[in-house]
C-alpha cells in the first residue's frame, strides 16, 4: 500500500531529525500534529543535502550533489522516490504546492558551499536567502495550506526568521568553519587576522533586527503552528544571548550550546506563554 510506503518514508524523516536536532525536534512537538509530518519532511530533505557539503570529506561531494539534486527534481517530476527521504520531501512539496524556485535556491546555495568563496555582500544575501530563508518560506507553506494572502502577508517575517537562525549558525560556527572549510560567511571580515569585538557587534546588531521583524510574523502565525516556531525562536534566542556575552576571541576556540535541560525549560515557558495567550 502507498500510505504506508509514505508512512515509512516520513517516518525515516522523523528520524534524521531527532538524531541531528534536539532543538529542531523539541520544537516540532509544540505543533499540531498536522504539521509534525510535513515539516520531518523539510528538515530530512535540507539535512541531508547540508551532510553532503559539510560532512562527506572522503568522498566527491560534487558529485554526491549534482546526483541528489538530479534526484529530487526526478521525484517531484515522478512525484515518487525510492529515496525515502526525497519521496517524503516530493509528497509534501505537492500537498503544500512548495514552489520550485526555492527548492532551486537551497539546492544553488548548497552548491555554493563546495568552493571556498570569500563572500562580498552580494553573494552573502544570495546565499542567506538560498540556504535559510526559503527553508523557512517552504515551512510557511505548510503553515498557511493553501492561504495565499496569509503566505504573503507572513512571508518577510518567515524570511527573517530564517536569516537570523542562520548567521547565528554562522557566528557560533565561525572558528570551525573557517579552521576546518576555508568558509568565511560575514562579509568583509578577515579572520585570518581575529574576530573583533567591533565586528561582532556590527553582527549581532543585524541578528537582532532580525529577530525584531520575525517575532511580529510569529505571533500572526496560525496557531497550532505558533507555539512551535515560537519554541526554536526561543531555542536560538537562548543561543544568541550566550553568545552575546562570550569575548570575540573565545568564539573562534569553542562552539557555544544549550543544554537540553534548557532547551525543555524554554519550551515549558513557550506552552505557559501559549496556554496563557501572552503571544
Same mark, same amino acid.
Given at each position: 500500500?502507498?500510505?504506508?510506503?509514505?508512512?515509512?518514508?516520513?517516518?525515516?524523516?522523523?528520524?534524521?531529525?531527532?538524531?541531528?536536532?534536539?532543538?529542531?525536534?523539541?520544537?516540532?512537538?509544540?505543533?499540531?500534529?498536522?504539521?509534525?509530518?510535513?515539516?520531518?519532511?523539510?528538515?530530512?530533505?535540507?539535512?541531508?543535502?547540508?551532510?553532503?557539503?559539510?560532512?562527506?570529506?572522503?568522498?566527491?561531494?560534487?558529485?554526491?550533489?549534482?546526483?541528489?539534486?538530479?534526484?529530487?527534481?526526478?521525484?517531484?517530476?515522478?512525484?515518487?522516490? /525510492?529515496?525515502?527521504? #526525497? $519521496?517524503?520531501?516530493?509528497?509534501?512539496?505537492?500537498?503544500?504546492? !512548495?514552489?520550485? *524556485?526555492?527548492?532551486? %535556491?537551497?539546492?544553488?546555495?548548497?552548491?555554493?558551499?563546495?568552493?571556498?568563496?570569500?563572500?562580498?555582500?552580494?553573494?552573502?544575501?544570495?546565499?542567506?536567502?538560498?540556504?535559510?530563508?526559503?527553508?523557512?518560506?517552504?515551512?510557511?507553506?505548510?503553515?498557511?495550506?493553501?492561504?495565499?494572502?496569509?503566505?504573503?502577508?507572513?512571508?518577510?517575517?518567515?524570511?527573517?526568521?530564517?536569516?537570523?537562525?542562520?548567521?547565528?549558525?554562522?557566528?557560533?560556527?565561525?572558528?570551525?568553519?573557517?579552521?576546518?572549510?576555508?568558509?568565511?560567511?560575514?562579509?568583509?571580515?578577515? /579572520?585570518?587576522?581575529? #574576530? $573583533?569585538?567591533?565586528?561582532?557587534?556590527?553582527?549581532?546588531?543585524? !541578528?537582532?533586527? *532580525?529577530?525584531?521583524? %520575525?517575532?511580529?510574523?510569529?505571533?500572526?502565525?496560525?496557531?497550532?503552528?505558533?507555539?512551535?516556531?515560537?519554541?526554536?525562536?526561543?531555542?536560538?534566542?537562548?543561543?544568541?544571548?550566550?553568545?552575546?556575552?562570550?569575548?570575540?576571541?573565545?568564539?573562534?576556540?569553542?562552539?557555544?550550546?544549550?543544554?537540553?535541560?534548557?532547551?525543555?525549560?524554554?519550551?515549558?515557558?513557550?506552552?505557559?506563554?501559549?496556554?496563557?495567550?501572552?503571544?
Amino acid at each position: 500500500m502507498l500510505s504506508l510506503y509514505r508512512k515509512t518514508n516520513i517516518e525515516c524523516s522523523r528520524i534524521i531529525t531527532r538524531n541531528y536536532s534536539t532543538s529542531f525536534s523539541m520544537g516540532i512537538l509544540a505543533f499540531d500534529k498536522q504539521y509534525r509530518d510535513p515539516i520531518y519532511a523539510i528538515y530530512g530533505f535540507v539535512r541531508y543535502a547540508d551532510e553532503i557539503v559539510d560532512t562527506f570529506h572522503d568522498f566527491d561531494k560534487r558529485v554526491l550533489l549534482e546526483e541528489f539534486e538530479r534526484d529530487t527534481w526526478l521525484a517531484i517530476e515522478r512525484k515518487i522516490s /525510492l529515496n525515502p527521504v #526525497l $519521496d517524503a520531501f516530493q509528497d509534501t512539496v505537492h500537498r503544500y504546492q !512548495i514552489g520550485t *524556485d526555492l527548492i532551486g %535556491a537551497f539546492l544553488k546555495s548548497m552548491a555554493m558551499d563546495l568552493e571556498e568563496i570569500e563572500y562580498a555582500e552580494e553573494n552573502y544575501i544570495e546565499y542567506i536567502y538560498g540556504s535559510a530563508e526559503v527553508v523557512g518560506l517552504m515551512c510557511l507553506k505548510v503553515f498557511c495550506d493553501g492561504d495565499q494572502s496569509a503566505y504573503e502577508k507572513l512571508r518577510e517575517p518567515a524570511r527573517r526568521l530564517g536569516a537570523a537562525f542562520q548567521k547565528i549558525n554562522f557566528l557560533r560556527d565561525i572558528g570551525e568553519d573557517y579552521q576546518s572549510r576555508g568558509r568565511t560567511y560575514f562579509p568583509n571580515l578577515n /579572520l585570518g587576522i581575529s #574576530l $573583533d569585538e567591533c565586528s561582532k557587534k556590527d553582527i549581532e546588531a543585524d !541578528i537582532e533586527a *532580525d529577530f525584531q521583524a %520575525a517575532y511580529q510574523g510569529i505571533i500572526q502565525l496560525p496557531k497550532g503552528s505558533r507555539l512551535g516556531v515560537l519554541t526554536a525562536y526561543r531555542f536560538y534566542r537562548n543561543l544568541f544571548q550566550k553568545i552575546r556575552k562570550t569575548a570575540s576571541k573565545r568564539i573562534l576556540q569553542a562552539r557555544i550550546r544549550i543544554s537540553n535541560t534548557e532547551k525543555a525549560a524554554l519550551l515549558m515557558q513557550s506552552m505557559i506563554s501559549s496556554k496563557l495567550n501572552l503571544l
